[in-house]
């Protein structure tokens, strides 16, 4: 699928901003399974200093910079991005998980894709004793990974409510797993805990959903604003493969990936410094518009 991607933020300040520096994952990059064909990021006042970069994970990075007193700024992507058909891949053959789960600490390689970065505790997800308890009922002796992170995947559908009022940007996993309820970040966060502490890697993606479903589809839950959902270690062969739990889906070409971490402040569109004085306020309107296949 042939997507065309807008992502409009506006920020609105009480009083006027006299210094910020940020850092914007904006812009998508060359993922397996996706291809940028074209990117812009245009930013409104022009900022004092603009560098592009890549970060660990593979992330597209813009770090901004702005020395003069400004009360709006305006960021604007848009996109061109190929995502590839692919079968469903809930049904691939993977191994058992107790095979992932001592192969995974048993790698050597360290470079972004290893899943050993994504076995731990990071910034925003603890290792969780009723999460892992919680995420264990999917995985009985034998069963296979994806299997088993596809059910669990499908229990948090059912089991949590869409909720945008329960929680905000700063709730940690174990509130919203108490509270059963949140948005996409807060399902995400929660089953990576439940996956990580019981000894299976799993990473946080940050990304977009197609706003028009196909004909007889129904509309994705989370397609009004940047999306998140969990890539799995499937093992050498397989690789990681992508779960979405606010959906009960499998990551496909619904599905465009902007960015990926360790947790949502590995992969925010956002992040960095504003001297300010008084609130403000954010906008955010996404687009992902199919434009062929």
Request: overall charge negative.
């Amino acid at each position: 699928m042939l997507y065309d991607i807008k992502l409009v933020t506006e920020y609105r300040y009480a009083s006027p901003v006299p210094f910020a520096r940020q850092v914007l994952r904006l812009l998508p990059v060359e993922r397996p399974g996706q291809r940028v064909i074209a990117t812009d990021l245009s930013i409104s006042p022009a900022p004092t200093e603009r560098t592009d970069s890549l970060d660990f994970f593979g992330n597209r990075i813009t770090t901004v910079a702005f020395s003069f007193p400004h009360s709006e700024l305006r960021l604007e992507t848009r996109a061109r991005v190929l995502v590839e058909k692919t079968e469903a891949r809930t049904t691939q053959k993977t191994p058992p998980f107790e095979q992932i789960r001592r192969s995974a600490v048993a790698e050597t390689d360290l470079g972004p894709k290893s899943p050993v970065h994504f076995l731990f505790a990071s910034r925003l997800i603890a290792l969780d004793e009723a999460i892992g308890d919680y995420a264990q009922k999917s995985f009985p002796p034998g069963k296979t990974i994806l299997e088993g992170a596809f059910e669990l995947t499908k229990r948090i559908k059912a089991e949590f409510k869409y909720d945008p009022e329960a929680t905000d940007v700063s709730t940690l996993p174990a509130d919203a797993f108490a509270k059963r309820a949140g948005v996409c970040q807060d399902f995400a966060h929660v089953m990576i805990a439940g996956l990580r502490t019981i000894g299976l890697p799993a990473a946080y993606v940050s990304g977009f959903l197609r706003t028009e479903p196909p004909p007889g589809k129904p509309r994705l839950e989370g397609a009004d604003a940047t999306h998140a959902w969990v890539a799995v270690w499937c093992g050498r062969e397989a690789g990681w493969i992508g779960l979405d739990p606010t959906n009960g889906v499998a990551a496909a070409e619904d599905h465009v990936v902007l960015a990926i971490g360790r947790d949502y402040s590995d992969a925010a569109p956002s992040g960095g410094v504003i001297v300010i004085s008084g609130d403000h306020t954010i906008d955010v309107a996404v687009d992902v518009i199919p434009v062929g296949a």
